[in-house]
């Protein structure tokens, strides 16, 4: 996949599922914290950039539009250590999450003097795109976010320059 400069992106996964569409995950991360938000990630991917993207669908943390002409929905999870994962898609939200991770002062000092990592920008990019002309069943997204939100890892990213 081609990306733009400060983001680094792991192997696109793909799986069709029977009566959702298909599932696209890769894990996303940003250098910068002002380019942490999904538009600026997926502007440069048209396999996973969303034209007509509305946020104010009744699903909270998503966003829907369409992809390649397909209805799509799209998140980006932020996973918050060994528990579950905040759901986004704007630079503010996502970079609430990321902040959550460092809870106590304790957390935010040892972040600080560099006795523990700083924050890191990064995601599970989540996109489940429509084979049809209608858009996925939001039975069927809530489930795999719920799923995701609990398995707790994210795929490695690829070593690279960015």
């Not at 298909?22 to 996303?28: A, N, P, R, T």
């Not at 910068?32 to 104010?56: E, G, Y």
């Not at 990321?98 to 000092?109: K, N």
Request: charged fraction near 20%.
């Amino acid at each position: 996949m081609q990306q733009a400069e400060g983001l680094g992106l792991s192997e696109l996964l793909a799986w069709r599922l029977p009566e959702a569409g298909q599932l696209q995950l890769v894990s996303v991360h940003v250098r910068r914290r002002d380019d942490f938000q999904v538009a600026w990630i997926t502007s440069d991917l048209p396999q996973l950039s969303l034209t007509r993207r509305r946020l104010d669908v009744p699903l909270p943390g998503v966003a829907s539009g369409t992809i390649q002409g397909r209805p799509a929905y799209q998140t980006c999870l932020v996973f918050q250590g060994h528990s579950s994962a905040d759901s986004a898609v704007t630079l503010a939200a996502l970079q609430g999450a990321v902040d959550r991770q460092l809870r106590t002062r304790t957390d935010r000092l040892r972040s600080l003097v560099g006795f523990s990592r700083n924050r890191e920008f990064r995601c599970l990019l989540v996109t489940l795109r429509s084979t049809t002309a209608q858009p996925p069943p939001v039975q069927a997204w809530n489930s795999l976010i719920a799923s995701l939100q609990r398995s707790q890892s994210v795929p490695p990213l690829p070593k690279s320059g960015s």
